[in-house]
């Protein structure tokens, strides 16, 4: 098993930035990709942003693409999402998601979750 809890969420007014972390226990983290989600109120829960095991290779939601930057520091088991130029339509909560050997858009397919963390950005 992989227990991950985030942390970083908060209130922002558009335009400003938040840091999100999770760190990860349970297992070898350097074993798993890493993931962040998120799901917004009346709406499906949408991916964000995977890194690969060793960080080499990122992907990211178009939406999001050139504002957010996820990466991992395998020695502190923990995975960031930094998130630039906010928006109100980042508004969401924000889950982090670990898997052995997935590392794709689809949400089914991640093992782990967090529970969440919130993500409100005022116009």
């Known amino acids: 098993q992989v227990q991950l809890v985030e942390s970083g969420g908060g209130l922002v007014q558009a335009g400003n930035s938040l840091r999100l972390s999770c760190a990860a226990s349970?297992?070898?983290?350097?074993?798993?990709?890493m993931g962040w989600f998120r799901q917004a109120p009346g709406k499906e829960r949408e991916f964000v942003a995977t890194?690969?095991?060793?960080?080499?290779?990122?992907y990211y939601a178009d939406s999001v693409k050139g504002r957010f930057t996820i990466s991992r520091d395998n020695a502190k088991n923990t995975v960031y999402l930094q998130m630039n130029s906010l928006k109100p339509e980042d508004t969401a909560v924000y889950y982090c998601?670990?898997?052995?050997?997935?590392?794709?858009?689809?949400?089914?397919?991640?093992?782990?979750w967090g529970q969440g963390t919130q993500v409100t950005v005022s116009s």
């Open positions: 998601a670990a898997d052995a050997e997935y590392y794709g858009t689809g949400s089914k397919s991640w093992d782990y």
């Open positions: 349970g297992r070898t983290f350097s074993n798993y990709a």
């Open positions: 890194i690969t095991w060793s960080g080499g290779s990122t």
